[in-house]
Structures are given as C-alpha cells and as structure tokens.
C-alpha cells in the first residue's frame, strides 16, 4: 500500500491570520513552488483531508470553528500550524481578542516558523507531516 | 414562496478567508444578505497600549498581508507628520515605487483568486506565477515577500541603486508585455464574458451613496482615486485613473487588469523623474516623543485607506484606527448581493477583492 | 450632543456630495488614570499605577443583554469623530459624549454607516439609535466583552502596570 500513502489531501482554515501566510500558502500550490508534485491536494472539505493547514491564531469566535474543522477529519490525522500566530499568537499575541496558537484548541504536530512562514519552509513542514501521517497510520494498523 | 437562509462561509472554497454572509433566498433569488464578521477580529488597535510608537508600525504592518507596504508606509507617513519630519526626497520616491508594486502584486494576486472562483483555474496558476516575478524584486530589494518592515518613521531602511532601478523598470516592462496575453484574455475570453458581464451591476450613483472606494468605484464610473490628490509625489507624475462605466463584475476585474500596466508605467515614470542620487540620504533620526493627531489617506489597492493617530506625548500612542478599504465596500457588497442569483454570489463577492483580515483588523 | 443640529449638518455634508470616509471613536481617558501624563513619565506602564484602579473584570454574564444595558463601561467621555471626504477636501464633525448618551445614527444619509454604527455600538458600547442595518450585536464577538469600553481599557492598562510588557 505504500505507494497510496505520499499523497495527502490538505484543508487549509485560515484563523485570524493577516493573510501573509495564506496567501503563501496558496503560494505553494501554484507554478513556481507546486506542491502537488508530491501529490499533495488542497480541498475544501474536512472529510477528505488528512492534514489540517492552519494559519492564524485562535480568537473567540474562531475557536469553534478550528474545532469542528478538525473533528470532522478521518483519523489518522495531522495538524501543521503554520506562521508565528498559529504557533503562539505571534505579534498579536497580547491583542485583546487573540487566546493563542493552535495548540490551544486541538494537538498540533508539526510548527512552521516564520512572519509569514515562507513556501519552502510551508513544503517543509508539509513534508514533515506526512511523516507524523505515517507515524500514526502505523500505530493504528 | 418559502424563505430558505444559506449561511455562507466560514469556510468555503471560493473564500480564502473567512467571511459570513446569511443569505436569504426565495427560490434562487437572494433576498436579503447578513453579514458576520469577527472571525479574524484581532484587537489590534488596543496593541498601542502596550506597544510603542517606534515600534507600532511592525503591528500596523501586519494589519494585512497583501497590502502590508501600503499599511507601513501610512504608519509612518502618519507620525512623520505629527512629528513635523522632514522626509528626504528619495526615501519618497521608493515608498512610491514600492506602493505601485505593491498594487501590481496585490491585483495578480486577486486576479487569480478570482479567476478561480469563476472556474478558470489555468489563468489563476498565471496571475501566480507572473505575481512571483514582483514579488522576486521585492525580495532582491526588501528582504521580504510578504512583509517588509522596509518603513521606518523617518524614511525607508534600504536604497535601491540606480541601476537596480533601471533594471526593475526593464524587468516589470517584460512582465507586463507577457501580461498582454492574460489581459486579453480576462477582457474578451467568451467564457469569462459569459460569466461576468452584467453580473452585479452597480450603478454610479449607487455606488456613490453607499460610499464605495477604489477599483469598485472606478469601475461604476467614479472618478475617485486618493493619488489624484497629489500627496506622496504623485503629483510629479501624469496620472489618470482607469474608469470603467459597465459597473458590473467584468467591469471591475478590466479596471484592475489596467491598473497593473498603469502601475508598471508609473513606476518607470518615477524612476525617470526622481534624482539620480544614489547614496543620499534616505532617512532621517527622529527623536522626541509625538503629540498631535492626523488623519491620513493613501490609496491602497483595494482603494482608499484612512488612518487616524492621536498621540498624547508619551511614548504610546492614545488612539490608532484604520478604516480600510474593504470595510468602505462592505455595503456595496451587500446591495450587490439582494437580488442576485445564488451561483452569482460568490463573483461578486470576490470582485469587490475583499480583504477580511483589514477589515477586522 | 445636540441630535437634531448634528443631523442637519450631516444632512448638508450629504447634499454637498461628501461621502463617508470613516467614524473613529477614541476612548477618552481621565489624564490621573491613564497617566498618559507628562513626556517621560509614563506611569501607567510602570510600577506607580494610580491607586484605585483596581482591574473592573469581564462585564457581568448574561449574554443577550450584552447591548441593550447601558452603560456597559462605567463613565467615563468618548470622542467621535466623523469624517467625510470629497475629492481633496477632508472635514470631520466632532462630537465628545458621556457613556450612556445615546448618539442617532446618520446612515439615513450616508447608508454605508451601518457598518461603522454596528461596529461602535459593540466595540465601545455606545448605543447608536436607528441604525439602517441593525445587526443586534452579532457583527463581532470578542472576548472582552466591550473592549473599548472605559472600564476594559482601564482593566488592560492595570494588567499592564501589573506586569509591565518588556521592550524587546
């Protein structure tokens, strides 16, 4: 079966992110970076993906939402906080209305630094959660 | 007829963030549209007090990540005026060529977002990849592709030397040359037609009373752009906004389409026109403690920005407030909406190019 | 503020051609709490916070009241402004208002002010009557309830003081 498991099917949820690492994440599925290449597919529905992209931090009316996203998802499944708010609120970290990074809400496997986290290092944490992916798949085999 | 209500968003496909709208349908039509927002809803004007002036700006920066330049070069612009700054004249020059490439990064980037969301994906994946051409020379001359902190108050951190100048003239006139082919394509494509023209129709006086600003106004026929005020030397360049009639969403999508070859021309414009003064200064220490407050307006892509600072003689700052230029074409978008079809909504609401996270900042 | 003058001038603003370009809210503080005093002297954020200001808390619980109970931030004064642009001209109307005061929404002229109206009312809690668009208080939801209210403010710059942000 190994030749079915390199292609994650990724849903990206933008919390209350400044757009910068949206749009590079979209950055990565276009020409010049291309992430599909490693057969990686960006969908719009939480019960196709195996790994949940998130960018921004959590606020309170957000907070449900991340929730439910990641409810939805078919274990196993990994989650990549991408940019320095998913990760620990970042530069608005002490905003009246920001509770955190990701992690607050639900596990996280994999942070990528960065404001805004740049594509390579996006691929990269990617890369690195398909790794976690098969961790677990192994463990629930 | 049976009322149905639709919640569209948080998160849905066309949307790159999240946005709420209750639609209200009878049958296919929609009848009325309730806006939510709040989901990015930061809280970033209450940062002024515990950040410092000096130091806001990295904040203000951050208030969205595709108009960024823009939101550090109003911060500082801002301050510099309350601090009675005399800026040196370079520094002025490269905020205005920055801001221009700003504008022709941010519409590559909408136009491929929008042509998604009609279903052309091939011409999203070139707006893209064109978009990483600018964003090449942002990096050469920033260090960054999204954020730059390029903007200090005072001046700009980096010079771009004559040369590099000349070169980013000739290298953005090839990628517009390239950009002819996409641009014939989002204006006289048979299938974009089919799916824009007429759609979402905002008349001029509509657009007029709900108050709508940038690209959205131009293409209803307004001739309203805050670089025909002059400030930030546009008034050394031969400017004239690009107006469309149509009002519709072909209409907007074909005034951002120009604005990007407009924007390359001004950017050769103000490299022709600024002195040939590589190494003189481009920034000047500022030193004291600001009092005063400003109102101060730029022209983003979007449109029109207003910041307003009020500064009470410590080092933060009583009151920071950006009303952005999504925020001003909320109404619109709605009035555009009532009385569409449902399959539409998602055209219109990507041509008014929103920008969620500005608009909650 | 006197309703019916403010109205008849933003009447004439909307006869002229202006349109809206923002309505700003600054929360003003009194010069003791805030000790936003003298340059330099930057008490609040240090270890002098006045005496007495002690942090007011989340407002009490009970949600759907959250708009309609006024004053929701204690007393205190808000300074509106409302700005309105026509070509290279900009004008503001200002306006200083003690909490609790009612304030007519203008968006029978300029329509687009449902947005800002909608948005003041919840941010500040200053309650705006006959908004175009009302959106009962469901256009934001933040944790601080009311966060620019005199007593969040108050709240957060005691925090501060508590434990002072280090420069970085």
Request: hydrophobic share 45%; charged share 25%; net charge negative.
């Amino acid at each position: 079966m190994s030749f079915f498991s390199r292609s994650p099917w990724i849903l990206h949820y933008d919390g209350s992110s400044c757009n910068g690492c949206d749009i590079e994440v979209l950055a990565c599925l276009t020409p010049l970076y291309d992430v599909e290449r490693f057969g990686v597919i960006n969908t719009g529905n939480p019960k196709h993906a195996d790994i949940l992209l998130v960018t921004g931090s959590v606020n309170e009316r957000n907070i449900e939402i991340v929730r439910n996203l990641y409810r939805q998802m078919p274990d196993p499944k990994v989650v990549v906080a991408v940019g320095a708010c998913a990760c620990s609120g970042g530069i608005f970290a002490r905003a009246y209305n920001v509770q955190g990074g990701i992690d607050k809400v639900i596990p996280v496997d994999v942070y990528v630094p960065g404001c805004a986290a740049r594509p390579e290092s996006i691929i990269d944490g990617v890369v690195q959660g398909i790794a976690a992916l098969e961790a677990k798949q192994r463990m629930t085999a | 007829m049976k009322r149905t209500t639709i919640p569209f968003g948080p998160q849905h496909p066309v949307l790159p963030e999240p946005l709420v709208l209750d639609l209200i349908l009878e049958d296919e039509k929609v009848i009325d549209a309730i806006p939510t927002i709040g989901y990015i809803h930061r809280g970033l004007e209450a940062l002024v007090e515990s950040v410092e002036y000096t130091e806001f700006g990295y904040v203000v920066e951050r208030i969205c990540g595709i108009c960024s330049f823009m939101h550090g070069m109003g911060y500082a612009v801002a301050m510099e005026e309350i601090m009675a700054v005399e800026v040196p004249e370079r520094a002025r020059w490269l905020r205005l060529i920055w801001a221009e490439m700003s504008r022709i990064h941010s519409h590559l980037l909408w136009l491929g977002l929008g042509a998604d969301a009609f279903g052309f994906e091939n011409l999203f994946m070139h707006c893209w990849r064109t978009r990483e051409e600018v964003l090449d020379i942002f990096e050469k001359t920033t260090g960054g592709r999204i954020i730059f902190s390029v903007n200090r108050i005072g001046g700009v951190r980096r010079d771009i030397s004559d040369t590099e100048l000349a070169a980013i003239v000739t290298k953005l006139q090839q990628l517009g040359a390239s950009f002819t082919e996409t641009a014939r394509i989002f204006e006289t494509d048979p299938s974009i037609r089919h799916r824009l023209s007429g759609v979402g129709i905002l008349s001029r006086e509509d657009a007029h009373a709900v108050d709508a600003v940038g690209p959205m106004a131009r293409a209803s026929g307004i001739r309203m752009d805050t670089r025909l005020t002059g400030t930030h030397l546009y008034d050394r360049l031969d400017f004239e906004p690009v107006l469309e009639t149509a009002g519709d969403c072909l209409a907007r999508v074909v005034v951002r389409v120009r604005e990007i070859s407009q924007s390359i021309d001004l950017i050769r414009q103000a490299v022709d026109r600024m002195p040939k003064a590589e190494g003189a200064p481009i920034e000047v220490k500022v030193r004291g403690l600001p009092t005063g407050e400003v109102f101060e307006r730029l022209e983003q892509p979007r449109g029109e920005v207003v910041y307003y600072i009020k500064a009470n003689g410590t080092k933060y700052l009583e009151r920071f407030r950006a009303r952005t230029p999504t925020f001003a074409n909320i109404p619109a978008m709605i009035k555009l909406v009532k009385g569409c079809d449902l399959a539409d909504v998602p055209n219109i609401i990507m041509t008014i190019d929103p920008c969620i996270s500005c608009t909650e900042r | 503020m006197d309703g019916t003058a403010f109205l008849a001038r933003v009447e004439q603003y909307h006869r002229d051609g202006w349109r809206l370009a923002l309505i700003n809210v600054t929360t003003v503080l009194p010069a003791a709490s805030a000790a936003h005093g003298a340059p330099g002297a930057h008490g609040a954020h240090g270890a002098e916070a006045p005496a007495g200001e002690a942090p007011a808390g989340e407002a009490p619980a009970g949600e759907a009241a959250a708009v309609a109970a006024l004053p929701m931030g204690g007393p205190g004064v808000f300074e509106i402004a409302w700005g309105f642009a026509r070509d290279r001209e900009f004008e503001t109307i200002r306006e200083q208002i003690e909490a609790g005061t009612t304030v007519p929404s203008i968006s029978e002229f300029f329509g687009a002010a449902f947005l800002y109206e909608n948005e003041i009312r919840e941010l500040f809690g200053i309650n705006v009557t006959g908004i175009g668009v009302d959106l009962k208080g469901q256009l934001y939801k933040t944790s601080t309830r009311v966060p620019f209210s005199h007593a969040a403010v108050k709240a957060r710059l005691a925090a501060l003081a508590a434990a002072p942000v280090k420069p970085s």
